[in-house]
């Protein structure tokens, strides 16, 4: 079950990066949250992977720091059920010694890291902080995502052929024979689709496109 604070409470009606806690061990849980808290960082906490998985917290935005070792569902499938499901949330795992090769094994599965106990508290924040900075990249690159899509949605039928076919490298005339239309409308187009994707040249309207698809 969600472990609630008025922190928690806070954090969880905020957008800003959250780092979610999940780990069945109640004195490790509440060393972790003090330490991050201390650092000033939002902290939400779970005693299960279960009870995270069953929350709104995969789709919001932050950083995942589990241990390896935990009833039911262990950290390795939590991080496999996060990928299952699309959350791009940074995992980061906690493991004992004997642990090390399933972390090796989460790491190349997608993890971020992982920390190998008794961890320095240094280390901990420095990796979180890295988990944090990873979410945020992802949130500024779904964000363009989400700006390239709403552009295309304003392009007219006739306009996203032409835009097709200007990704598929052909020239003026070869997309005016394709579609049956004058060179100079393919121009007009050209310049309409140019304004509405607000791209300052070809290869940027190209670079943008490849990159949203």
Do not use: W
């Not at 969880?12 to 999940?22: H, L, Q």
């Not at 330490?35 to 906490?45: A, E």
């Not at 699309?86 to 980061?92: N, Q, T, Y």
């Not at 779904?142 to 052909?170: C, F, M, W, Y």
């Amino acid at each position: 079950m969600l472990l609630t604070s008025p922190r928690n409470v806070t954090s969880a009606m905020s957008d800003e990066p959250v780092v979610f806690v999940v780990d069945d061990d109640p004195a490790m849980r509440d060393s972790l949250e003090m330490l991050l808290r201390s650092q000033g960082l939002p902290v939400s906490s779970f005693d299960s992977a279960v009870a995270f998985l069953a929350s709104d917290a995969p789709a919001r935005s932050g950083c995942v720091l589990a241990d390896v070792r935990m009833p039911h569902v262990d950290g390795l499938e939590l991080q496999q059920r996060l990928r299952e499901t699309g959350s791009a949330l940074p995992v980061i795992l906690m493991t004992g010694h004997g642990d090390v090769p399933l972390a090796v094994r989460a790491m190349k599965a997608g993890a971020i890291d992982f920390l190998e106990k008794p961890f320095e508290e240094s280390d901990l924040v420095e990796s979180v902080r890295r988990g944090l900075e990873h979410a945020m990249r992802a949130g500024e690159a779904n964000a363009s995502v989400r700006s390239v899509n709403e552009r295309l949605s304003q392009l007219t039928e006739r306009e996203r052929q032409v835009l097709d076919l200007l990704i598929a490298g052909k020239p003026n005339k070869v997309i005016a024979y394709d579609l049956s239309i004058s060179p100079r409308t393919v121009e007009i187009h050209r310049a309409r689709v140019m304004e509405k994707m607000g791209a300052r040249s070809l290869a940027d309207l190209v670079r943008m496109t490849l990159a949203n698809r």
